[in-house]
Nanobody, 122 residues
């Protein structure tokens, strides 16, 4: 069972930046797909971004150009650099991973972190 632990969330003003990290309990080089999702109060969990072990990246339109995903397979850590944050980015942010990589839906990821809260004030 892969354990994922997110960090880096917090309170930031609109227009600000945050970098989320996700530490994995096993070598991330074995996790072909890693990604970030978020869930705002009263809303369904939403895909944000994913990255393959080869570095191929995917982004939701809502964050394209503002968020950047990266991974460090030496440190076994996934990152999400978030810039130009807006109040509507307020949510719990989840890290997810999978051995295979067949898509960017929730069901395509078998391992999930507990989440980290991001709050953007206006």
């Amino acid at each position: 069972q892969v354990q994922l632990v997110e960090s880096g969330g917090g309170l930031v003003q609109s227009g600000g930046s945050l970098r989320l990290s996700c530490a994995a309990s096993e070598p991330t080089s074995r996790l072909n797909g890693m990604g970030w999702f978020r869930q705002a109060p009263g809303k369904q969990r939403e895909f944000l971004s994913a990255i393959s072990v080869s570095g191929l990246t995917f982004y939701a339109d809502s964050v394209k150009g503002r968020f950047t995903i990266s991974r460090d397979d030496v440190k076994n850590t996934l990152y999400l650099e978030m810039n130009s944050l807006k109040p509507e980015d307020t949510a719990i942010y989840y890290c997810a991973a999978t051995y295979g990589f067949s898509g960017t839906a929730d069901r395509d990821f078998g391992f999930w972190g507990q989440g980290t809260q991001v709050t953007v004030s206006s």
